[in-house]
């Protein structure tokens, strides 16, 4: 079974707002929706991470990548991917007139950490140093972001 481990990155959408609580945003008040900008992926088993983005392949050649990658790929294993990253990856696929990647069973860890064990915190940061198995790697927060979509 080709198991492939999958993480994405999006853009934030961009929109006029008037306040910081509780808003109802309508539709004309978007000025730029949300995008996948970048994704990393890696094949069970092997260490060689596969690194795509807007930036480095092109929006086109980066989907492209992610949709051959999903095709052959008889199960994706994510964080969060079942509600998130699939999703977004399967709404570029649409958008650029691709028809689904081949099926595959999802391992979401997110899904398996909430059914199985009782953390006080279910973020991935928190439950890979509990395991003792790393963190993620620290960054600006939001600032990166910026810096990634000039």
């Known amino acids: 079974m080709k198991k492939l481990v999958i993480d994405i990155e999006t853009s934030p959408n961009l929109g006029y707002i008037w306040g910081l609580w509780n ?5 004309n008040q978007l000025e730029e929706v949300s995008s996948v900008i970048s994704f990393a992926a890696k094949w069970h088993g092997t260490r060689k991470v596969m690194f795509y983005s807007d930036y480095h392949d092109s929006h086109d050649g980066m989907v492209k990548a992610a949709h051959d990658l999903l095709s052959e790929a008889d199960a994706l294993i994510h964080y969060n991917g079942k509600a998130f990253d699939v999703k977004h990856l ?12 081949s099926p595959h069973a999802d391992i979401d860890l997110l899904l398996a950490v909430r059914r199985q064990f009782k953390f006080p915190s279910n973020k991935l940061t928190y439950v890979a140093q509990a395991l003792g198995i790393g963190k993620k790697t620290p960054h600006t927060g939001f600032d990166l972001w910026l810096d990634c979509l000039k």
Not at 90 to 101: I, K, N, Y
């Open 90 to 101: 399967h709404r570029e696929f649409l958008l650029a007139g691709m028809s689904p990647p």
């Open 23 to 27: 808003q109802n945003i309508g539709l």
